[in-house]
T-cell receptor, first 113, second 110 residues
Framework: NAGVMQNPRHLVRRRGQEARLRCSPMKGHSHVYWYRQLPEEGLKFMVYLQKENIIDESGMPKERFSAEFPKEGPSILRIQQVVRGDSAAYFC???????????FGPGTRLLVL | RKEVEQDPGPFNVPEGATVAFNCTYSNSASQSFFWYRQDCRKEPKLLMSVYSSGNEDGRFTAQLNRASQYISLLIRDSKLSDSATYLCVAYTGTASKLTFGTGTRLQVTL
């Protein structure tokens, strides 16, 4: 029973490039959450999605960041024109029913040079 | 003020010691609480849920005091493998999201 999968595990981008982070939820889960962990800080909620819908994006920066969870395929967190401050670990979690039990993927570590 | 606050530590304890972590939360609408464990550069993993009645899982005991908005985790007979960062987490159903504290680092030594 595969858990939450994220790829790539590590991503290096130069300032101004785009970063695309992918998350495949656990089998049978239709609720996906993205969290960001800056160095030496706690995880911060970014966005909550269900298939084809953004439920809550209150934690997303207003510019350059977007997320989607299409009917088919993984959820994608997209960061346009990356800056050094975007360097962080991005964790995806999934749940079966939108309740509190969320299972985390291994994360994508983004480094912006 | 952060929604979930924890002492960052680090707590350095010898093997076999008992150690307690505390956490406070400010959002009275929070419904459920958890302790997660995060090893260096890994994803957080659920350690246990926290109930007002208290709950115990082996060497770990968690307690919630809603009146004081206070959560605790007690680890007895610490093992080297307990070394990690322990994250206090609140769940708010209306927002359906987890709010994490910054974590308390524990280092268990020989």
């Amino acid at each position: 029973n595969a858990g939450v999968m994220q790829n790539p595990r590590h991503l290096v981008r130069r300032r101004g490039q785009e970063a695309r982070l992918r998350c495949s939820p656990m089998k049978g889960h239709s609720h996906v959450y993205w969290y960001r962990q800056l160095p030496e800080e706690g995880l911060k909620f970014m966005v909550y999605l269900q298939k084809e819908n953004i439920i809550d994006e209150s934690g997303m920066p207003k510019e350059r960041f977007s997320a989607e969870f299409p009917k088919e395929g993984p959820s994608i967190l997209r960061i346009q024109q990356v800056v050094r401050g975007d360097s962080a670990a991005y964790f995806c979690a999934s749940s079966s029913n939108g309740q509190e039990t969320q299972y985390f993927g291994p994360g994508t570590r983004l480094l912006v040079l | 003020r952060k929604e979930v606050e924890q002492d960052p530590g680090p707590f350095n304890v010898p093997e076999g010691a008992t150690v307690a972590f505390n956490c406070t939360y400010s959002n009275s609408a929070s419904q459920s609480f958890f302790w997660y464990r995060q090893d260096c550069r890994k994803e957080p993993k659920l350690l246990m849920s926290v109930y007002s009645s208290g709950n115990e899982d082996g060497r770990f005991t968690a307690q919630l005091n809603r009146a004081s908005q206070y959560i605790s985790l007690l680890i007895r007979d610490s093992k080297l493998s307990d070394s990690a960062t322990y994250l206090c987490v609140a769940y708010t159903g209306t927002a359906s999201k987890l709010t994490f504290g910054t974590g308390t680092r524990l280092q268990v030594t020989l």
